[in-house]
């Protein structure tokens, strides 16, 4: 009896430490990267080793097109797996299937300055100066619920992570920075009919760390977030229709900006630049500014010209 007792515990505790293959697979190498996406199945839980390095400069996109959890793994004072591109890709990663989510890893880009000079020198000789260099990405979202957390993303030309027709993107926990091309330059950007829930994440070195091109239906809150003194324009953003030269005076449909700790005072904290479908709230975010009258900025519009019901401004704290 006791050795029968014995083998069963044996048997259990094997068990108990044995992966499935299904669900959970380590990866080390970029082709063994690319495999697992192509054989798993959707749901499945690929695992890359914090040590991994992925050289993307002679590589084309890294495409997910089902549902699957890429996840680095971060031990206490590690760095995050790597992927990186020395050339020009666009984007790094593209998201094509529902339900995905990119944890704990690190984006490289090739671009961590602003080039704002050249670029001012280049219009001023007739060309378009912003997109005279590589206009690269970081993440490239064309889904729907997909969620992007605990990762850093640097150097993209035009932005960290794009949302195009993309619903419930939820982005937390990340470091967002140094993405600040002139006249691009975004840390989380949306464009069309995107929604976006943006929290506790870490933003600096960006142009603007969170904006939206403003079309019908667009959505983002963005709450509990801690934007840094180094943007090279207004941390928060979001578009009219004037910018999108489409005849309207549409500027998305809802924002809203709570409990966010904003530390540039050099720049407005949002620009506004038309009028959204519902509304925008901008409340209880500590900010470094020491005139209310210098939080918000309006472009295309004045504040006088967007009825009060549609904004609302309350219980901000600035610096004493």
Known sequence: MKI????LLLIVSCASHVRNPSSESAVFTLHDLRDQIHRAKPGAVIVIDEESFFDFSDEGTLVIDKKIHLKGIRTKGRSRPTLKNWKNPIPLISIKADGVIIEGLKLEGIETDAKKQEIIELNRQGKKGVYSFPVTRGIHVLANNVVIKDCEISGFSHAAIFAENALNLLVERNYIHHNQRWGLGYGVALHLISTAKIFNNKFDHNRHSIAGSGSSGQIYEAGYNWFGKNHSDTPLDMHGGKDRGDGTQVAGKIVHIHHNTIRDAV???????????????????????RDHSKVIGYYNLGSKDIPKAKFIYRENHLSE
């Open 4 to 7: 029968l007792i014995l083998s």
């Open 267 to 289: 720049n407005f904290a949002f620009i506004h630049r038309g009028i959204p479908q519902e509304f925008v709230i901008f409340e209880h975010n500590n900010l470094e500014h």
